[in-house]
């Protein structure tokens, strides 16, 4: 009942499209085919967040190993890659725009740290994050 009233909540509110990985989730229409494309949307939407492959399993009703496996089979590489990548291809586009600082870029990609944001730009994308914007120019 709780849930039901959840989604009529949403509707009311929004109309979801019924291809939409979040509406089938919203519904526990969940088939195992909209799992990945779910997490990359999430991803992509969400990526300046906290983003955690077990919170993600938890709202999917399945075990994260399952989801782990599931990911790499599906997309080639591991959940926490995805992200990284994810993440610093962002980082890349927006140290290319110049507009903000590297400290800004950071943490509209999800990094508070700045040094282990720059670690782990400079493994991804071979530069530090100040020569990239730089080189970019």
Same mark, same amino acid.
């Given at each position: 009942? &709780?849930?039901?009233? @959840?989604? *009529? #909540?949403?509707?009311?509110? !929004?109309?979801? *499209?019924?291809? *939409?990985?979040? %509406?089938?989730?919203?519904?526990? %229409? ?8 779910? @997490? %990359? ?7 300046? #967040? /906290?983003?955690?492959?077990?919170? $993600? ?6 075990? +994260?190993?399952?989801?782990? &496996?599931?990911? =790499? ?6 959940? &926490? ?5 994810? =993440?610093? *291809?962002? #980082? #890349?586009?927006? $140290?290319?725009?110049? =507009?903000?600082?590297? &400290?800004?870029?950071?943490? !509209? ?6 040094? +282990? ?7 991804? /994308?071979? /530069? +530090? ?9």
């Amino acid at each position: 009942p &709780t849930e039901k009233a @959840i989604v *009529d #909540a949403v509707r009311a509110f !929004r109309s979801l *499209d019924e291809n *939409d990985p979040l %509406q089938k989730i919203i519904t526990g %229409q969940v088939r195992s085919a909209d799992m990945v494309p779910f @997490i %990359q949307a999430y991803i992509s939407n969400h990526y300046d #967040a /906290k983003v955690q492959l077990g919170d $993600l399993a938890l709202l999917l009703h399945v075990s +994260q190993s399952y989801l782990s &496996t599931k990911f =790499r089979r599906e997309v080639g590489c591991s959940f &926490t890659d995805y992200l990284l990548r994810f =993440r610093m *291809d962002k #980082a #890349a586009e927006l $140290l290319k725009e110049g =507009r903000l600082s590297c &400290t800004e870029v950071a943490e !509209r990609v999800g990094y508070e740290d700045y040094a +282990q944001f720059s670690k782990m730009f400079k493994s991804q /994308k071979g /530069k +530090q994050p100040s020569e990239y914007g730089k080189s970019a120019q």
